[in-house]
């Protein structure tokens, strides 16, 4: 509790979005979520996500995660 999260971007052409703020859902269980806005994930490809976690003055960044966007259904 007390701690601010925030979700950066990286796009298939290796630009870095962000910071996204994020909301704490259950802070105690370390969960938080983002709801990502269609114009954000707007090109086809292999992203990856990573959240930024500052407590009491900590920066804590997690590891890259990488997920797809599929293109629009023909």
């Known amino acids: 509790t007390g ?4 979700l950066y971007l990286l796009d298939p052409d290796g630009n870095v979005g962000g910071p996204y703020a994020a909301t704490l859902s259950s802070p105690t269980a370390g969960v938080a979520h983002y709801q990502v806005a269609t114009t954000i994930l707007d090109e086809a490809g292999d ?3 990573q ?4 407590v009491s003055g900590v920066t804590l960044w997690s590891e890259q ?6 293109g629009a259904a023909a």
């Open 3 to 6: 701690g601010a999260v925030s």
């Open 47 to 49: 992203w990856k996500r």
């Open 51 to 54: 959240w930024k976690v500052v």
């Open 65 to 70: 995660i990488p997920f797809s966007v599929l």
